[in-house]
């Protein structure tokens, strides 16, 4: 099971760290990927980072501003956002794939919302 967490309301330009707990098993066995899903929008994603950690990706419209992690012994991942943009304003979900970023993801936690202030 995933619970997203560290939403909430702030102004652009500023910062949130999102946060994904893992429980009833290990996050060492899965790969995370964050996604979000604006109003009227499809659902994308906007990182993912691979089972290691060796590995990260970001979609273009978030690189340089988002930072994906994990630490595996606490079963978190994290979401560091920085210089938040209005259109960064979505519902954020964190999902787990027991392959790898780009696989399907079968594991997903309920959201947390991101509302920005311009």
């Known amino acids: 099971q995933l619970q997203a967490s560290g939403g909430g309301q702030a102004q652009a330009g500023g910062s949130l760290r999102l946060s994904c707990l893992v429980s009833g098993s290990t996050l060492a066995y899965y790969a995370i990927g964050w996604f979000r899903q604006a109003p009227g929008k499809e659902r994308e994603e906007v990182s993912c980072?691979?089972?290691?950690?060796?590995?990260?990706r970001y979609a273009d419209s978030v690189k340089g501003r988002f930072t994906i992690s994990r630490d595996n012994a606490k079963n978190m991942a994290y979401l560091q956002i920085l210089s938040l943009k209005p259109e960064d304003a979505a519902v954020y979900y964190c999902?787990?794939?027991?392959?790898?970023?780009?696989?399907?993801?079968?594991?997903w936690g309920k959201g947390t919302l991101v509302t920005v202030s311009s």
């Open positions: 980072i691979s089972l290691s950690g060796a590995s990260t």
């Open positions: 999902a787990a794939s027991n392959i790898g970023c780009g696989y399907h993801m079968h594991l």
